[in-house]
């Protein structure tokens, strides 16, 4: 039979031109946020983390932006490259007991760069 | 530093067959995780020990899965038996802070025949 998997959503840009993946969260407990890259036949590979603490931070051409008003992360990527084609995943956790160790992951975003 | 390593990168096996999947963390890490990936489920944690201990082992999907981590350097996931909704890949990650920059394997690609 027909195999149905999670439809991801994706996002297609010009080489240059800056990325914005978004994520939407669930837990209004979560105080801790990460993303992560995954290229095809890779494991997932660290970008970057904030705080809850935090709205925002910045490392190398990579920007992530918290707005926990309305449970909202955001990925930026300046000047997107065709290395930056992969699988973007946000991933949340939040303190406390036996959740401490656990990452709850998005379902990812395909982002396609374009020469 | 060589990153975690997982083996075998690629298992076919048989319905009802015993597999071990193995993983080596990255020196120093005291957290390990194993983690499954799917394209009907994503990427799910099944399993995470701190210092060899298993802390949260509520993802295992059921009993034919096992983990166990007999010293820092080394931990299995074992399932027997297997069964063809087990294919899938399966990966190991590892991290000094816990949840922080966990650190993932190449990941071991299981098919269930």
């Known amino acids: 039979g027909e195999s149905v998997g999670l439809h991801l959503p994706t996002l297609s840009v010009q080489e240059g031109d800056n990325s914005i993946i978004n994520c939407a969260y669930s837990?209004?407990?979560?105080?801790?946020f990460i993303w992560y890259k995954q290229e095809s036949g890779k494991g997932p590979q660290f970008i970057i983390d904030?705080?809850?603490?935090?709205d925002k931070r910045q490392g190398q051409r990579v920007t992530v932006l918290l707005n926990k008003t309305v449970k909202h992360l955001s990925l930026q990527i300046a000047a997107t490259q065709p290395g930056d084609s992969a699988v973007y995943f946000c991933?949340?956790?939040?303190?406390?007991?036996?959740?401490?160790?656990?990452?709850?992951f998005g379902q990812g975003t395909i982002l396609t760069v374009h020469p | 530093d060589a990153g975690v390593i997982q083996s075998p990168r690629h298992e076919v096996t048989e319905m009802g067959q015993e597999v071990t999947l193995r993983c080596k963390p990255i020196?120093?890490?005291?957290?390990l995780f194993w983690y499954r990936q799917t394209m009907m489920r994503g990427l799910e944690l099944l399993i995470y020990?701190?210092?060899?201990?298993?802390?949260?082992d509520s993802g295992m999907p059921e009993d034919r899965f096992s983990a166990k981590m007999p010293n820092a350097s080394f931990s299995t996931l074992k399932i027997q038996p297997s069964e063809p909704r087990d294919s899938a890949v399966y990966f190991c990650?590892?991290?000094?802070?816990?949840?922080?920059?966990?650190?993932f394997g190449p990941g071991t690609r299981l098919t269930v025949t």
């Open positions: 904030i705080r809850s603490n935090m």
């Open positions: 991933a949340e956790a939040s303190a406390g007991g036996t959740s401490y160790g656990k990452l709850t």
């Open positions: 020196s120093g890490h005291d957290y």
């Open positions: 020990f701190n210092n060899n201990v298993p802390i949260d």
């Open positions: 990650a590892s991290s000094f802070y816990g949840r922080d920059k966990q650190y």
């Open positions: 837990n209004s407990a979560s105080d801790y």
